[in-house]
């Protein structure tokens, strides 16, 4: 199940005025204890977090909301960044590989799911060919991408271990977006 | 007894130090008198470091100081024209004419001289920016669209480390003009000072053993802005002004932070300013510029 999130909503009730720009830390703050309460009382898989309302994320806020949403361990709920134009991925981007971690965007345009942040260059590959080939075990990316199975391995566990794609038994799934 | 502090008649950040020199002691036991007759331009820095001085001064308990008002009815018009005098109201008892601040169409002052004491006033102030600033920053310097995005970033981090870090309120300003000293290019300057505890002060208790005999004003800056480092615990803090100088290393453009008796500075190939420059005559708190230059067409 996916649950959408909509940062512009959280980000007006949480100043409680018609701002687009999520900014400072204490909004920061406000909006991810927001998200952490709606999805307290949800029992979704994936939450999508929807940036479309919003004009500008610093670099402040994109620390307090999607960092420390990230840095909270793994819960039951895998992230995803939805409606994120190209301008505004680089503070996320900047913050996340501060942070070495890692989240998938989906651009307005519903293309294909981007990384923003760190993750290690043969898992990047690794996602970009689940994203385009759907579910994958680890001798199916080897074939796909020429590799030794030790290496598709270690690419596939490092994005479950970020959080990048969901396995079920031998197979690593893309996460969900729509 | 009353002491006249000069303001200088190219007030900006380089004649910042004469201004600050002329404190004395800090801070000052006698009444101070502003002299402002004579100054011809004042860049933001200049404007909003002599509020600074004025809030200092209330909250070092200190007697409410004169200030005395340009002679040039043009430079008045600008102060007016840039919100100083509405905020110096309250700081200093203005002696001199001064005129009433008129707006018509678009400005290069694109954030009149505020006050920053809280969170909301950062957002107010990043919400009010993002119009002038796209017309300024891609329209007349060439930056690229996303530019914008960018200098409001560093416009709102460089307002959140007053709310986080001074202790008490400050103030903001920004404006473009033609460099035509030093650049011989149109510019647009953030500036932004407090009068708060200042980036030792604030750094002491977390990064001072490190440094060791070399800890002071100085050696708080290169803490900050070089290493990213701030008094927080939190591993994600210190980034904003390290994503600053990013960009601006990108855009050819200088940052300058001066503390207490320090200044650093990242130094584009266009300015002959020292990286850094200690012992300076003590002012209170921070006070940052950022410049921001027109990009050069590239050669073909």
Redesign the interface.
Known sequence: MIQTIRIGHLLREA?A?P???L?????GAAVRSRIEETLAGSRCLTALLDFSEI??V???CA??VV??LLLAGPGACFFVLQGLR???H??ID??LT??RLAVAAVPPDKGEPRLLGWVPSDAREAFACICDRGPLGVADLARAMGWLETRSRDALRSLAAHRLVRPIGEVYHPLPTA | MTRVVEVPAHFDDRSFDSFAEGFGEWPPEPKLLFDARATQWASPYGLIGLLTAGQALAEAGREKPLLTVPTSDEVKRYWARAGFFQQAAELFELHGKVPRATTTGPSDVLLDVTPVRASEDVHSVVDKISEGASRILHGELGLEMKATLRFSMALSEACQNIVEHAGTSGWVAVQAYTFRRRLGRRVVVIAVSDSGVGFRRSLESTHAKRFGERWGDGAALEAALIQGVSRFRDPGRGQGLAFIKRFLDQWEGKISIRSGTARLSIVPSWDEDAPLTERLAYFPGSQVQIIIPAQQAERP
């Open positions: 100043v005025a701002y687009r720009n900014v400072t830390r204490p909004t004009e500008l610093d670099l402040s620390d307090e960092a420390k190209e301008d505004q680089e503070a900047h913050v501060h942070h």
